[in-house]
């Protein structure tokens, strides 16, 4: 929302310099966002008379103009136009950047000194569109004759001014500050100067005589007055459509609005000016277009139906809908109601009836209207908000006033005001005790009331029962409770004058949140171990995980993603990873990447709560190595969980039902003879492998590349962060490394638990560590892996033959469990 | 033997890294290349090409150690990956495929004939935490102390609890400031961590000490300052008379102990349907010393907090009396905190995935 501080100015005194002025807005309504000198774009253009004007001598179509700009005498070509001797001009000399159409902040070109076919041109003199002041390109910019040769342009007109614009991200709810007239209230409220009302908006009945003569009879039928609370129109005739003044065009150049002819631009000018939009349709288009015309205009609000197109101002052919308010004729549409209006009843240079109208409508209906036919106005954006109804009426008086001064018209019918629910003032009490609790600063009952009055919200103090009544304007609906005044004593108040407080509490300690704690931990574990955390975004793309060989179909889809690559919620963490490893390759051929997240399971997988999917927690990591160096990470992890049965198991020693629907998604990823499945107790809560060959030149991963995914929300029940301790034995410990020879096939970890499985190895074996495993080439079908055995007693010294006995019980559990034999020779 | 002009070559040669390289793609690169066992030899054994290299890192004038350190390391990995793959190449040529997939045992801590030089063992550089993960903790922390207990958001919510628990009715323009991801599913992709209000208020009996750390997401195009994926921290704070004033107070001790120092602050107003009044805390820039600069929009302050004492319809809604309780809730953006601290000049390093980026904070 852009502002005009000459424009506030007609409304109240502005005595804080435009710095202060910003500043003061920010603490008190909402951000300025940008703040221009208007007149600084002008500022090198200077006042030109018009000394002689002559053809070009080669080139038809210029003029050849020697102008006197105070100081000298120059030589411009321009453009053909009507021009003549003692005219007033802008010049721009050669060198100054031409300010540039409306809206435009950069500027256009810089002037500059050239020749036109043999006639030297010395600066220029600019059309009204190449100053952003109008949008004419084809004469001249004229000035008033009063004008003094040399003397500074931006002196001449009002251009010397501070365009503010403010965030309207804040004022959602405040309509009543999307006009001038508001923000010069909260200006006046902010400097505590004397605010004056528009005379009009007190008084506006007096302005038309009462006995309009009904030439032209118009008749309104509001079938919609749920969405519609209030329709006016009148009909005017005599309309001479042309330019409108200067200063109205410049006051609408200003913020941002291109002057179109005199009747666009009061509509225009009245809706920036109170924040009311309103619509001129072209009396004779309508009535001529209408079938069933019988000397009446017909005005029909109504829902459209079904099937019902219209073709808006801007030519864009319309499907509506049957929840869409539209202005129509006794038959057809003509404007969609507070969004646009139709083409075919358009004001052009040659219309000379107009039916004026001004509606109000619903916020939340125009604003799923807008949203439905994609056509985002300034008219929708003040209706969206919320609009008070009783500004329909002064609002149309005054576009008559503006219609019959500025272009000629004539009133030709009455005016009609469909109107039946009329809103009405309301008043608020509460209690100033109330409000400075919920603060939590001594404001005064006085102060406040200096507040809310200069708000415009007259209020009265009741001693007796400490409250105060507010009188709320009907302007300003968002005020409906107590806590809404709050708003406006504090801002107005100061926030800058509260002095901070911290809430009192008992020292009780908080309770940690447990699983939360163990996230942490298991970043910090990866992290100790090398590990390098990612951050990546929960959304992914199909490709990615058909690179890796999965379906994202069954994920939650994004219906309006930013990119296709970011269509799906990511059930798995791992493709994300994955994604991220060939840009590190260039400088990293070996890392550890991981992440730790909430996915969301497949559709077809998740299981639900309360309506809503269960979110679990899940850790991946991905090594660019191989299998095995994932496979450490794992083991750092688990151990320093001290979680205390986990195993990685084969794909073909589980049973399918046992596998939980992600894993068994997610397990596509591997080589399929490569991975694993992480069991924590009984339960499946991962899986582990190293990447299929072709998700690695899929996705260019390294040949070696692997990792893990676990639920962390599964091995929550089963991870401990405090150890299991036990004091360490005082006896001594004796190493022995024994080296298995088993068939290739056997597992490492059915020999493991083969060893632990021997009778008194609970007892006596304190740890067991594989040191090699090794095959030889012409022997592949058998394996050896030698194991080094901590073999320890915590409440005696062992003897020899304990310790033998130990052995031969490993020895003989090996041999049963998995056919295994000890080697003739082990490195001891 | 130990002529001069030999030893000399010697020590010249492993500083030529390009040679290096050269040699290596040759190696590893021919039709019929080497046997892994003689290239191991060449390159790690005791007098390798790249073990001499990395002898020769101590020699370097300090200038040009930490980079040409640097370039050698990324080299030796480079090589050490080329050895893996042969490694196997030769045995799946040996032994065929379903030899290796055969003796291939995940339930193993390696692969079976694994010289020690290539058995599994940590990444050799320090690991690192990402910089979300590190601020985040010790902003929690900061509010731990202050007496609140932290929860998580989820990532997928219902409309409910998005918007219309939090004061937003249907069809309301302010919806229109959150500009909402959707899914197939009917669920939102959480546009703030605020969603958790309604099920917090509900369900802790006052008083309350809460926040909530969460992703967030909105449809908005990304480019150096603008990310559609982001962190809040809500706190939400629920008791008998608790005021606006201790809302400033408790966020302005925040930011002190955050930062270590005073830290100035100011309160715009602004408009969220479910505080009353909107809020938005911001303090001074720290980047630039309030002078201006692009991390502030050459405006001196950051926004970094919306906040402001909690609707009473919020109130109602999670079915507690807003004449007995009052309370206020915040939603601070803690990737903002990220960024500020380190000057990140381009918010898209968080999720980029770039190890460069990434190590520096280990």
């Known amino acids: 929302m852009k502002f005009s501080l000459n424009w506030i100015k007609e409304y109240t005194k502005i005595v804080m310099t435009p710095d202060e002025l910003k500043d003061r807005l920010s603490v008190s309504l909402t951000e300025v966002e940008s703040m221009e000198n208007f007149g600084e774009r002008f500022k090198d253009i200077v006042v030109g008379e018009v000394e002689e004007v002559e053809a070009h001598p080669t080139v038809g179509n210029l003029l050849v103009l020697k102008l006197d700009i105070g100081t000298r005498h120059v030589q411009v070509v321009v453009q053909r136009c009507p021009m003549q001797k003692g005219d007033k001009v802008p010049y721009l000399p050669p060198g100054v950047v031409v300010p540039g159409e409306i809206g435009s902040t950069s500027g256009g070109d810089r002037v500059k000194r050239v020749d036109v076919k043999g006639v030297s041109s010395d600066g220029m003199v600019p059309s009204g569109r190449e100053l952003g002041l109008n949008y004419d390109h084809t004469t001249v910019y004229s000035l008033d004759a009063e004008a003094k040769p040399g003397s500074p342009f931006n002196q001449e007109l009002d251009i010397t001014d501070q365009i503010f614009e403010i965030k309207n991200k804040a004022l959602t709810h405040r309509s009543d500050l999307f006009s001038i007239e508001g923000i010069a209230r909260e200006i006046a409220a902010i400097q505590k100067t004397k605010y004056r009302p528009l005379a009009w908006l007190e008084d506006w009945k007096s302005m038309i005589p009462a006995n309009i003569e009904d030439r032209l009879p118009i008749r309104i039928e509001n079938d919609s007055e749920a969405l519609c609370k209030r329709y006016t129109a009148v009909v005017l005739d005599s309309v001479e459509v042309g330019p409108s003044p200067r200063w109205m065009q410049i006051r609408l150049a200003k913020l941002g609005i291109r002057p179109v002819n ?60 049957d929840n869409t308010v539209v202005i129509s004729d006794s038959t057809n549409p003509i404007g969609i109601a507070g969004v646009m209006g139709g083409k075919d009843t358009e004001i052009s240079n040659d219309t000379k009836r107009v039916i004026f109208q001004v509606e109000n409508l619903d916020q939340y209906n125009i604003r799923r209207t807008s949203m439905k036919l994609g056509i985002f106005t300034d008219a929708v954006s003040r209706f969206s908000r919320g609009l008070d109804p009783n500004r329909c009426e002064p609002v149309l008086y005054q576009g008559m006033h503006l219609l019959q001064e500025i272009a000629g018209a004539r009133i030709a019918s009455k005016v009609q005001d469909v109107y039946k629910d009329k809103r009405k003032e309301r008043s608020i009490t509460f209690s100033s005790d109330g409000c400075r609790a919920r603060i939590g600063e001594d404001i005064t009952d006085d102060t406040m009331v200096r507040i809310l009055e200069r708000l415009g919200m007259s209020s009265v103090i009741d001693g007796k029962h400490k409250t105060i009544t507010a009188r709320i304007p009907t302007w300003r609906r968002d005020i409906s409770i107590p806590e809404d005044v709050d708003e406006e004593v504090v801002r107005l108040f100061g926030y800058d004058h509260i002095r901070p407080t911290l809430p009192v509490r008992s020292i009780s300690p908080v309770p940690e949140n447990e699983s939360r704690s163990y996230r942490v931990r298991v970043k910090e574990i990866l992290c100790e171990g090398s590990g390098n955390e990612f951050y990546t975004y929960s959304f992914v793309g199909r490709k990615l995980y058909e690179h890796v060989g999965l379906d994202i179909s069954a994920a939650h889809a994004i219906m309006n993603p930013v990119s296709p690559d970011l269509g799906y919620m990511r059930p798995l963490i791992l493709p994300s990873l994955v994604d991220k490893v060939p840009q590190n390759l260039k400088y990293r051929r070996e890392f550890a990447a991981f992440e730790v997240d909430m996915v969301n399971p497949l559709k077809t997988d998740g299981s639900m709560q309360k309506s809503l999917p269960v979110e679990p927690w899940h850790v991946a990591l991905l090594h660019t190595v191989s299998f095995y160096h994932s496979r450490k990470y794992l083991d750092l992890l688990m151990s320093s969980l001290h979680v205390r049965s986990w195993d990685i198991e084969r794909a073909g020693k589980i049973e399918p039902g046992r596998i939980p629907a992600w894993v068994r998604y997610a397990q596509d990823m591997f080589h399929p003879s490569r991975f694993g499945y992480i069991l924590a107790g009984a339960e499946i809560i991962g899986v582990i492998g190293r990447f299929a060959d072709e998700a690695c030149d899929l996705a260019g991963l390294p040949s070696g590349a692997s990792g893990f995914e676990i639920s962390l929300s599964d091995l929550e029940s089963l991870i401990s962060l405090v150890p299991d301790y036990k004091d360490p034995s005082k006896f001594p410990a004796v190493s022995h490394d024994l080296c298995f020879v088993t068939k290739a096939s056997v597992p490492y970890n059915e020999l493991l638990k083969a060893v632990w499985a021997a009778e008194g190895a609970k007892d006596l074996l304190r740890s067991v560590e594989c040191l090699d495993i090794f095959t030889e080439e012409q022997r592949v079908e058998e394996k050896k892996t030698t194991l080094r055995v901590c073999i320890q007693s915590y409440d005696r010294t062992l003897e020899k033959g304990e310790i033998d006995t130990l052995r031969s019980s490993i020895e003989k559990s090996v041999a049963r469990v998995v056919g295994g034999h000890l080697a003739m020779k082990a490195g001891e | 033997m130990n002529s001069p002009s030999r030893q000399k070559k010697q020590s010249n040669s492993p500083f030529n890294l390009s040679n290096v390289r050269k040699q290596m793609t040759k190696d590893f690169g021919g039709s019929v290349p080497e046997s892994y066992q003689s290239l191991r030899l060449k390159y790690f054994g005791k007098k390798g090409i790249i073990t001499l290299v990395l002898r020769s890192i101590g020699s370097l ?25 042969l ?41 690192s935490l990402h910089p979300l993960t590190s601020v985040g903790e010790k902003a929690i922390r900061i509010f731990e102390s202050m007496g609140f207990h932290v929860t998580e958001s989820r990532r997928l919510d219902d409309d409910y609890n998005v918007f219309t628990a939090l004061n937003f009715p249907e069809g309301h323009p302010a919806r229109d400031m959150y500009d909402t991801f959707w899914t197939d599913t009917g669920l939102i992709p959480i546009t703030h961590t605020s969603s958790m209000q309604n099920r917090i208020i509900r369900s802790v009996e006052p008083p309350i000490r809460e926040i909530i750390v969460g992703k967030c997401f909105r449809h908005e195009a990304t480019d150096a300052s603008h990310e559609h994926t982001f962190y809040q921290l809500e706190g939400v704070y629920v008791d008998k008379g608790v005021t606006l004033a201790d809302l400033i107070g408790t966020l302005s001790s925040f930011m002190n102990a955050f930062y270590g120092r005073t830290v100035k602050y100011r309160i715009q107003p602004s408009y969220f349907p479910f505080v009353e009044p ?12 309030q002078k201006g600069c692009p991390f502030c929009h050459y405006s001196s302050w950051v926004e970094v907090v919306p906040c402001g004492p909690i609707h009473p319809n919020v109130f109602s809604e999670a079915g507690r009396d807003p004449s007995k309780y009052s309370g206020f809730a915040w939603g601070l953006g803690f990737d903002r905190l990220v960024i500020l601290r380190n000057q990140i000049s381009d918010i898209r390093h968080l999720h980029g995935g770039d190890l460069r980026f990434l190590e520096q904070f280990s």
């Open chain 1, 262 to 321: 005199n009747v666009v631009d009061i509509s225009n000018y009245l809706m920036l000016e109170v924040g009311q939009p309103n619509h001129a349709f072209d009396y004779d288009k309508v009535v001529s277009k209408d079938p069933q015309f019988d000397g009446t205009a017909i005005i029909h609000v109504r829902m459209a139906r079904g099937g019902e197109t219209i073709t808006t101002i801007e030519g864009a052919l319309k499907e509506l809908h």
């Open chain 2, 278 to 289: 909107g809020l938005e805390f911001l303090i001074e820039c720290l980047v630039c010393g």
């Open chain 2, 61 to 85: 004038p300090s200038s040009r150690r930490a980079k040409t350190g640097q370039e050698i390391n990324v080299l030796k990995e480079e090589v050490e990956d080329r050895l893996r793959r």
């Open chain 2, 87 to 127: 490694h196997e190449t030769e045995s799946m040529a040996k032994k065929g495929s379903a030899f290796v997939d055969a003796i291939f045992d995940c339930t193993a801590p390696f692969s079976p004939n694994t010289p020690n030089i290539d058995k599994p063992r940590f990444v050799d550089r320090k690991g």
